[in-house]
């Protein structure tokens, strides 16, 4: 069939119908570092429609001059893609601002006549996305004000009006549902985006196509051949200025509630009846309802803060020198832990999580460490540097996968030693990869769910953390010095069951 005629074709480019884009929060290190500079990103790809408006609010006695010059410097400082002007010069046209605070409702009635008005200046047809790159706190008071200015109602519109919810998505399982509810109450389920920006990754949107458009992996896909997984989020950098938020939040919630259980749930769901969002998430709740806790939480977690080191050649402060941290604070910097999932392919296999700051790099990967093989007919010394079978995804940095195996090394003997298969994005594809949320308010744009946790699974991940949350109460974390991979106790979580953590 004529691919230009094939309605299901997804290689013709994705470009949005008309709309707007209004962020709220648009001062904040959110929209200056990642949403302008990806809006840029996605014009200068030709990925944008004519008729494309970003709104700005925020408490700022601006001018739209004054925003757009912010957006521009943001943009150009940030950009995935090189500067062209002449981009920026059609987009700096429909850059607008609004002005006030979340409780001043003339300002809200402002930005309702501002989107009325682009209906026919700008020929948006009503169409809108609300994005909310604020402080959850703030989420129901602008909530309140989309509801009571008739903003979030796609019928009086006449277009569509969508919403984007920024993780985290509540504290646990019960502000999680209240905030789902009070969402619900305003747009439509299917109007809202909860971005969990790890899935705007291309190496993670590969997890799927590895294990789903490969016939040579999914045999092995399973306890009888996988010993065990270990999923690794190491971050060089501190909480920088961020510690009213991260103080309040630690690292389970802030990275492993979303970014490594969702990660978890692409590696091990079972393959989805089609890609459409609804049967993918089916099928990644449906893991998710299956992952167990260990038995004992003290013996199969470790919680870790950051004392005062070296993070490649730097000096770094400890935690609790960081500016705004309680002396006192016991919230964890760095969490291991040690999961289950209870179903046919996975019953027995160890999911070991980790997740830090201040650790030696920064490298996100998925490392399915397989088992050894039942016999080797080698001598013993031949095979002394033969571990076992590793297929590793690596999100980030140098992104690719690599598959480790034995091969004979050169020579008159059998010596039989590891050796790497390397696929790196950088070699193998010329096209770069987009930045994560380029393609998320992209998605966003056009409607495409595929790569946003529903309600879901933002609360069966909470009923995975909540538990762990409780038990660590009033328990102190172990500490490790900026620049190690962690706590010890991390590495003997793993010794006491014959693993150790793989070399990142
Ligand atoms: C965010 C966390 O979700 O992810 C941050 O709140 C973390 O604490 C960040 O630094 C890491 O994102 P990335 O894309 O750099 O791995």
Not at 171 to 176: F, G, K, M, T
Not at 196 to 205: F, P
Not at 249 to 259: F, I, K, L, P
Not at 366 to 394: C, G, W, Y
Request: hydrophobic share 40%.
């Amino acid at each position: 069939m004529n691919p230009l005629r094939d309605p299901q074709d997804r290689r013709l480019p994705r470009i949005p119908e008309p709309c707007a884009l209004v962020i709220f929060g648009v001062t904040g290190d959110l929209a200056r570092k990642k949403l302008l500079p990806g809006i840029y990103d996605l014009a200068n790809r030709g990925l944008l429609p004519p008729g494309f408006v970003v709104l700005g609010f925020a408490r700022r006695d601006w001018t739209d001059g004054d925003f757009e010059s912010l957006a521009h410097d943001s943009a150009k400082e940030y950009a995935r893609t090189p500067w062209r002007e002449e981009v920026w010069s059609r987009l700096a046209g429909n850059i607008k601002f609004v002005g006030g605070s979340f409780d001043d409702d003339a300002a809200f009635d402002k930005l309702s006549d501002c989107l009325d008005g682009l209906r026919h200046s700008h020929g948006i047809h009503g169409n809108a996305a609300f994005y909310f790159s604020i402080p959850p706190s703030a989420f129901p008071q602008v909530l309140k004000q989309l509801a009571r200015t008739g903003m979030a109602d796609n019928e009086r519109c006449g277009g569509w009006r969508r919403v984007v919810v920024e993780k985290p998505f509540g504290y646990d399982l019960p502000s999680a549902k209240a905030l789902n509810d009070l969402v619900d109450d305003v747009f439509t389920r299917d109007d809202v985006f909860r971005i969990d920006h790890y899935l705007g990754k291309e190496t993670v949107q590969n997890i799927m196509a590895l294990r789903f458009a490969n016939n040579l992996f999914e045999p092995l896909w399973n306890s009888k051949y996988v010993d065990s997984v270990q999923i690794t989020m190491a971050e060089d950098v501190g909480i920088g200025s961020r510690a009213g938020f991260y103080d309040a939040t630690g690292a389970a919630r802030d990275v492993v509630q979303n970014h490594l259980l969702q990660l978890l749930a692409l590696v091990t769901m079972e393959e989805p009846t089609s890609f459409d969002a609804a049967e993918i998430r089916a099928e990644k709740l449906k893991v998710l309802r299956a992952i167990s806790l260990p038995d004992d939480v003290a013996a199969g977690t470790v919680r870790g803060q950051y004392l005062r080191g070296w993070v490649a050649g730097q000096r770094a402060v400890g935690y609790l020198e960081e500016p705004n941290v309680p002396a006192d604070s016991t919230t964890e910097t760095y969490v291991a832990m040690r999961l289950g999932i209870q179903n046919r392919r996975w019953a027995g296999v160890p999911f070991y999580l980790r997740a830090g700051k201040r650790l030696p790099r920064r490298v996100t990967e998925v490392a399915v460490m397989f088992k050894t093989a039942p016999h080797l007919p080698f001598n013993r010394t031949d095979v002394e540097m033969l571990s076992s079978n590793q297929l590793v995804i690596r999100v980030q940095p140098d992104e690719g996968v690599v598959l480790k195996f034995g091969a004979k090394v050169p020579g008159t003997t059998m010596e039989v030693r590891d050796i790497a298969m390397d696929f790196q994005y950088g070699e193998a594809f010329t096209e770069a990869s987009p930045e994560a949320y380029e393609r998320l308010v992209l998605d966003v744009l056009i409607g495409d769910r595929t790569l946003f946790p529903d309600a879901a699974e933002v609360e069966q991940s909470w009923r995975v953390i909540d538990p762990l949350e409780e038990a660590w109460q009033g328990t102190r974390p172990e500490q490790y010095r900026a620049g190690e991979w962690g706590p010890r106790a991390a590495d003997e979580m793993l010794a006491r069951e014959g693993r150790s953590w793989r070399r990142a």
